[in-house]
């Protein structure tokens, strides 16, 4: 299907109403990182979350005007699961992939941001990759059930259950991980 | 952040988490680009970096359009603001050069699901040589690219974009302006500083729309054409074949 060139283009050097300028600079401000960190869980490289990111806003400046003010996270949400699917991402896919005690060594500073960021991801990558998308959805990113059942395409007590198995594989893996790290503390 | 609904459970980071969950999904919930990443994705989406809140990126980026603006001799007033305006001609080209690519078939409902995009990355192209037009436009040919930016080469530092930026906004400007003979120079001396540099196919096609301006139509064509052969498919190329006559918009 042949493209079309978004109407600032196509209507000339005029761009869109300033209203629309601005609402895209909130909606980036506001939601830039979760679409980011969408984009991360589906272990994409950081230059092509980078890229996928700018396609997601990109998008969503293209429909702005379809775009519910209520429901713009769940649009950027949905478009960047898209985007990440188009670059054959179809599932939630951790960039740390080795052994998870192989991988607590390289946590050197517990307490430090950073290093706890490695140790979500650690323990996310531990919970099944269906799940772990509805827990981080629900958990990390706060949208809501119905928000979540309509982005995934899946019936509002699959989202119910789902966050119910993700939040034990969860707890299993987190409370491993901590006993990892006092082991480590302690030797 | 929204509320989860009242028949699912509180959040963990509301309550109910070890302090060891709690601490490891608020640093979860923090994670996001750098502040240099955040900039230049800014920019090139066309939203301010400074309303998005990446104010030392920003400033380091004004700064760094101020120094171009010196090297390149030009005494165009452009200051942080005018960088990349909102889906201006250019600053879609900027984007779409290096992240739209293809065809996009958004034309659903808005509860639709999105739509499936082709690669945001292509293999880098090459612009055959100009020896058959006009010396100005023979001159330095660069190559010419619709990878995207984090594609070309290593990570780019802030300070290199910057200048390219502010190099690539200048020629913008002068072509704003309808002073093609001062884009074309300042494109020159882009793709001489920058061969294999991040903005090489939007200087290109600054080159062609000055060309246009010129009124020498027939090399901005030869360009165009060449412009199009290497860079199928994307929005940029599109745009430089209405340019040049080779397409009606």
Same mark, same amino acid.
């Given at each position: ?85 188009? @670059? ?42 269906? @799940?772990?998308?509805?827990?981080? @959805? ?12 309509? @982005? ?36 | ?15 109910? =988490? ?25 920019? &090139? ?26 090297? =390149?001799? =030009? ?35 808005? =509860? ?135 397409? &009606?918009?």
């Amino acid at each position: 299907m042949v493209n079309s060139l978004p109407m600032a283009v196509s209507a000339g050097r005029s761009g869109p109403p300033e209203t629309d300028r601005v609402r895209l600079e909130r909606m980036f401000h506001d939601h830039h990182a979760t679409v980011w960190r969408t984009l991360c869980r589906r272990g994409l490289s950081p230059d092509k979350v980078a890229d996928a990111t700018q396609e997601t806003f990109i998008v969503a400046a293209e429909r702005l005007s379809d775009i519910r003010p209520e429901s713009e996270r769940a649009f950027l949400v949905k478009t960047a699961l898209g985007v990440a699917y188009s @670059l054959g991402r179809k599932t939630v896919r951790w960039q740390l992939d080795e052994d998870m005690d192989l991988r607590l060594s390289e946590v050197r500073d517990v307490g430090d941001t950073r290093a706890d960021i490695q140790l979500c991801d650690l323990v996310l990558s531990k919970v099944e990759p269906d @799940l772990a998308e509805v827990f981080a @959805l629900y958990e990390i990113e706060g949208l809501t059930s119905p928000e979540i059942a309509a @982005l995934l395409e899946i019936p509002l007590g699959s989202v119910a259950s789902r966050l119910r198995r993700a939040r034990e594989q969860f707890r299993i893996a987190a409370a491993r991980v901590e006993r990892s790290l006092r082991k480590e503390g302690e030797s | 952040m929204s509320r989860p609904q009242t028949d699912f459970p509180e959040r963990l980071l509301d309550g109910g =988490a070890t302090d060891f969950e709690r601490r490891i999904l608020a640093a979860g919930a923090s994670k996001g680009p750098s502040p240099e990443v955040l900039a230049q994705m800014a920019q &090139r989406i066309g939203v301010s970096a400074t309303a998005v809140g990446v104010a030392v990126a920003a400033k380091e980026l004004a700064t760094g359009a101020t120094a171009a603006k010196a090297t =390149a001799g =030009a005494g165009a007033g452009i200051g942080s603001t005018t960088l990349l305006p909102w889906i201006s001609v250019v600053a879609l080209a900027l984007v779409v050069a290096g992240v739209v690519v293809g065809t996009r078939l958004w034309k659903g409902s808005p =509860a639709a699901s999105p739509q499936v995009l082709v690669p945001m990355s292509t293999p880098r192209a090459t612009v055959p040589s100009t020896s058959s037009t006009s010396q100005s436009v023979a001159a330095p040919t660069a190559p010419l690219s619709n990878d995207s930016l984090s594609n070309r080469g290593a990570t780019p530092s802030v300070s290199d974009l910057r200048e390219e930026i502010a190099v690539i906004d200048l020629a913008r400007t002068a072509v704003k302006a309808g002073d093609g003979r001062r884009a074309l120079e300042i494109v020159r001396r882009y793709q001489d500083k920058y061969p294999t540099g991040h903005f090489l196919p939007e200087s290109a096609a600054l080159k062609i729309e000055a060309l246009v301006g010129l009124g020498r139509i027939a090399d901005a064509r030869v360009l165009a054409e060449r412009f199009v052969a290497d860079n199928k498919g994307t929005m940029l190329a599109k745009r430089v074949a209405i340019l040049a006559g080779l397409s &009606r918009p």
